[in-house]
């Protein structure tokens, strides 16, 4: 299936994903942010979210490794367990200076693994939230292949 996320990022899912509606993204992330895609497998229990935000004067000057520091200390306070299990650059949807948290945290005491890409496109800030249980490869390897899709529309 395929979606353009702010008439700007094309994003491509297997049909196993289903978009969630306003009232589940508002149940399901801890922030409030509106401007949100979400897509969710039941089967393989993972939640892949894109957010964005138009560039304001200061985040002009700012880098994504900042915004990744910053809402990785946030992160750090909501989620239980939180523990940062590795950072790193990389090229996503042509920003070539991605920047990447992995990290792991519990839900009702299940782990979880959680990858937040922060990037910039169009002067807009776009934020790739990809969470699944621990330790399964083939959510990861969906959740890796659903990031290689995203492209300018």
């Known amino acids: 299936m395929k979606y353009i996320i702010n008439d ?13 509606d306003q009232n ?10 509106t401007n949100r ?17 138009k560039l304001g004067l200061m985040s002009l000057i700012v880098d ?15 989620l239980d367990n939180f523990k940062c299990l590795g950072k790193s650059m990389l ?7 991605a920047s ?3 990290y792991s945290y519990t839900i009702d005491d299940i782990p979880q693994i959680g990858r937040s890409i ?11 939230n990809m969470y699944h249980q621990n330790d399964d490869d083939k959510a990861d ?9 995203l492209r300018s529309a």
Do not use: W
């Not at 002067?123 to 790739?128: G, H, R």
């Open 118 to 128: 922060y990037f910039r496109k169009n002067k807009m800030l776009y934020s790739l």
């Open 64 to 78: 994504n490794d900042l915004v990744r520091e910053s809402n990785e200390t946030v992160m750090a306070k909501k």
């Open 91 to 97: 090229e996503v949807a042509g920003d070539k200076k």
């Open 141 to 149: 390897s969906l959740c890796m292949s659903i990031m290689d899709s």
């Open 24 to 33: 589940e993204i508002a149940e399901t992330f801890i922030d409030n942010n």
């Open 8 to 20: 700007t990022l094309i994003i491509e899912y297997p049909e196993s994903f289903r978009m969630l």
């Open 37 to 53: 895609f979400a897509i969710r497998d039941e089967n393989n229990h993972i939640i892949i979210s894109v957010y964005y935000n």
């Open 100 to 102: 990447e948290i992995i």
